[in-house]
């Protein structure tokens, strides 16, 4: 199946530093990429839609100046936490969408990373 | 109430056993995915249907649209297969999968 990774794997950073997170499509070519964010013993929450090329779509509620989200190639998307607050630790999670196949899109989902904010 | 409900919330079982996940939800789909989540936080996507049934190993998936309703089945269940198994629906009626809508996820626990 396809695969999707994302980079780090975990994070530990201290209050008021930037971060970048990366995911990136490695069999596939992905126009469309989700972010989603995941609490302890949550179901996961879409942050945004990034579309490549074009500037991401946020849900209602997530802050687009503090969560910048870049999708500067088919296979990579980035997530960068800015000035970033103990609150914002928290599970990360992309998804990639596969070419549209017999009617379907897949989704295949990134391994996550963890941010810890001290 | 949630447009994706899933049952049980919590579920333990010994080396073996059958498993049933059910998941209903109230909204129009064109696929169901059921996802797999292990302690360490990374997803797994197990199947994506949108009628009948499909079978992965010792996973079975069936969805019927008339009810609204999919079931996940694990035949004999292994400690290895504990973990959270989420139900996500895409809603509309195209082929469109822009956004999920997740279930809460039920948390499978095999005992040896």
């Known amino acids: 199946g396809a695969v999707v990774s994302q980079h780090p794997s975990w994070v530990i950073c201290k209050s008021g530093t930037s971060v970048k997170i990366e995911c990136r499509s490695l069999?596939?070519?992905?126009?469309?990429m989700f972010w989603y964010r995941q609490f302890p013993k949550q179901s996961l929450m879409l942050m945004a839609t990034s579309n490549e090329g074009s500037k991401a779509t946020y849900e209602q509620g997530v802050e687009k100046d503090k969560f910048l989200i870049n999708h500067a190639s088919l296979t990579l998307s980035t997530l960068t936490v800015t000035s970033a607050h103990p609150e914002d630790s928290s599970f990360y999670i992309c998804s990639a969408r596969s070419s549209r196949t017999g009617g379907y899109y897949e989704q295949y989902f990134g391994p996550g990373t963890r941010l810890t904010v001290t | 109430k949630n447009e994706v409900e899933q049952s049980p919330q919590n579920l333990t079982a010994q080396e073996g056993e059958f498993i049933t996940i059910n998941c209903s939800y109230s909204v129009g789909i064109s696929a169901l995915h059921w996802l797999q989540q292990h302690p360490g936080g990374g997803i797994v996507s197990l199947f994506m249907?949108?009628?009948g049934k499909k079978k992965h190993g010792r996973l079975i998936a069936t969805i019927n649209i008339q009810e609204k309703h999919s079931s996940l089945h694990i035949t004999a269940s292994h400690p290895r297969d504990s973990a959270v198994y989420i139900c996500?629906?895409?809603?509309?009626?195209?082929?469109?999968?822009?956004?999920?809508?997740f279930g809460t996820g039920t948390r499978l626990q095999v005992f040896p």
């Open positions: 996500a629906v895409s809603p509309g009626a195209f082929y469109n999968t822009d956004k999920l809508i």
């Open positions: 069999d596939f070519q992905a126009t469309t």
């Open positions: 249907l949108s009628s």
